[in-house]
T-cell receptor, first 110, second 115 residues
Framework: EDKVVQSPLSLVVHEGDTVTLNCSYEVTNFRSLLWYKQEKKAPTFLFMLTSSGIEKKSGRLSSILDKKELSSILNITATQTGDSAIYLCAVRRSGSRLTFGEGTQLTVNP | DTEVTQTPKHLVMGMTNKKSLKCEQHMGHRAMYWYKQKAKKPPELMFVYSYEKLSINESVPSRFSPECPNSSLLNLHLHALQPEDSALYLC??????????????FGDGTRLSIL
């Protein structure tokens, strides 16, 4: 059975801090790992990492895939209160199914 | 706002009612998905339509009935739901027809409450 584990489950930081969120997975026929940000409504797509694209960056957010360790990290630098959300990691194997982790609840205090 | 549009945003219904959730995308995506999300839990896949054909049904009870009238629209027909079906129902779409490796993009969801 596919398994995706995120840590920590909850994190509280102050504005300006740098945070690292973790995602580890056990999936047969791995194809890609995706990061989403969910505030009150829709999960918003952040990054997709594959064997041919193991590092992505967008502004203050960056993500790396470690295929050897079967894990990924999501880094957020200079955090802002608007970064407060649940960050979901999902892994896709062959086919269309995404297996989601439980998410990390990030709270950024002013 | 996302490019996947779901209506209604909120729905309250009794256990004997029949209602439908609607989802629309105009990005030319060829796969569409229904997910159920309970509070403080990740989304759980319910159905996948690939090129307008049902390709995955994750053993969802028959009181949930999906329909894909065309490549832009996805419906979820609800009948005789139970209180435990109260949840956020998310629609998603992806460009690849569900067989490639493109990200899924989500709508804002319909928050459903069963009385």
């Amino acid at each position: 059975e596919d398994k995706v584990v995120q840590s920590p489950l909850s994190l509280v930081v102050h504005e300006g801090d740098t945070v690292t969120l973790n995602c580890s997975y056990e999936v047969t026929n791995f194809r890609s790992l995706l990061w989403y940000k969910q505030e009150k409504k829709a999960p918003t797509f952040l990054f997709m990492l594959t064997s041919s694209g193991i590092e992505k960056k967008s502004g203050r957010l960056s993500s790396i895939l470690d295929k050897k360790e079967l894990s990924s990290i999501l880094n957020i630098t200079a955090t802002q209160t608007g970064d407060s959300a649940i960050y979901l990691c999902a892994v896709r194997r062959s086919g269309s199914r995404l297996t989601f982790g439980e998410g990390t609840q990030l709270t950024v205090n002013p | 706002d996302t490019e996947v549009t779901q209506t209604p945003k909120h729905l309250v219904m009794g256990m004997t009612n029949k209602k439908s959730l609607k989802c629309e995308q105009h990005m030319g995506h060829r796969a569409m998905y229904w997910y159920k999300q309970k509070a403080k839990k990740p989304p759980e896949l319910m159905f996948v339509y690939s090129y307008e054909k049902l390709s995955i049904n994750e053993s969802v009870p028959s009181r949930f009935s999906p329909e894909c009238p065309n490549s832009s629209l996805l419906n979820l027909h609800l009948h005789a739901l139970q209180p435990e079906d109260s949840a956020l129902y998310l629609c998603a779409s992806s460009q690849d027809g569900g067989v490639g490796n493109q990200p899924q993009h989500f709508g804002d969801g319909t928050r459903l409450s069963i009385l």
